[in-house]
């Protein structure tokens, strides 16, 4: 079975900057096939980072510029770099498939940002 461990996230400062992990154990078929969400209470969780079907990442227009998805095979861990954080920003963040069918959800990570 998929396990998916989230970690690295903390405290920043606004404007600073945070590096998340999502290791990955169990068999999968493509590591660009997982995404990064965040979600903050009373709203839905929200995929902020994933790959293109070409591999290419791809970052909703929030974070787009700031934020960048990264995968690394040799680990078998994704990784969500997080520059020029915001308030807004703050959140519990997953990792997951970006489509179909999920995997049970890790326990997520939380950061937050302080102005």
């Known amino acids: 079975q998929v396990q998916l461990v989230e970690s690295g996230g903390g405290l920043a400062q606004a404007g600073g900057s945070l590096r998340l992990s999502c290791e990955v154990s169990g068999t999968i078929s493509r590591l660009d096939g997982i995404g990064w969400y965040r979600q903050v209470p009373r709203r839905s969780r929200e995929l902020v980072a994933r790959f293109s079907i070409l591999g290419d990442p791809i970052c909703v227009d929030d974070v787009r510029g700031r934020f960048a998805i990264f995968k690394d095979n040799t680990k078998n861990s994704v990784d969500l770099q997080m520059d020029n954080l915001k308030p807004e920003d703050t959140a519990v963040y997953f990792c997951?498939?970006?489509?179909?069918?999920?995997?049970?959800w890790g326990r997520g990570t939380q950061v937050t940002v302080s102005s």
């Open positions: 997951n498939r970006d489509t179909g069918r999920l995997y049970p």
